[in-house]
């Protein structure tokens, strides 16, 4: 049985309160349940940043604003357990250790955010190091790596596969850049590239993306990997 995180961005999983995207996931989540040992690390998307933005126009300090984001991981992370039901572990844990021990349950581990100034996607790398994951995804609403922001630059080239080095160094360039969006934070790249665990980057946006990798071993998204990597180490 293989070991695979995922870090699920909350605007994939909850775009709005009005067009939550937590069914379509059910049916996949469990399906890879039913084979391999699931974590999943739910993110806080927009409502978490309208919360951190309010909190700051109010003076609260940068630590104290990030804690409401953790409380709306939190959140998301609880609609989802609550909509897997008895496939997943009760409640959503909060911290590394007890994602660890929940597991042995051979229950789907679902958590949010952990510390303040950490992202999720940290979280989860962090998470993928010490439960010796076979592979770490990242679900987001890209469908992989690019040199540069494909929704405004036409020329951009999405890599079917990098090194964590180099996606270190895209990393870093885009977060220079004023504006710019980047797929990961440089702490999850870094943690990426000292533990040596393939990192895939998929389009979160259509779940059977996931299952496709997952069960077939090739993934249309970008792969992050020391060595080439097809299929998947699953």
Known sequence: MSTIVLSLGGSILM????????KPYIPVLEKIASIHRLFVVVGGGGE???????ARSLD????????????????NATLLVQALKDSAWPKVVENHTEALAAAESGKIVVMGGVTPGQTTDAV?????????????????????????DPRTDPSAERYGMIT??????IVIHQ??????????????????????????????????????????GICRGTVVSREGLSPLPL
């Open 15 to 22: 775009p709005g309160l009005d067009s939550p995207n937590i």
């Open 48 to 54: 978490a940043r309208r919360y951190i933005s309010v």
């Open 60 to 75: 609260v300090d940068d630590a104290s604003a990030d804690e409401l984001g953790i409380l709306v991981t939190r959140l």
């Open 124 to 148: 989860a790398a962090v998470l993928a190091e010490r439960s010796r994951a076979s592979v770490f995804f990242n679900l987001t609403s890209v469908d992989g790596i690019y040199s540069a």
């Open 164 to 169: 964590p080095s180099r996606l270190l160094e």
């Open 175 to 216: 977060q220079s850049a004023a504006g710019m969006n980047t797929v990961m934070d440089v702490v999850a790249v870094k943690m990426v590239e000292r533990c040596g665990i393939p990192l895939i980057v998929l389009d979160g946006r259509d779940p059977t993306a996931l299952l496709t990798a997952v069960e077939s």
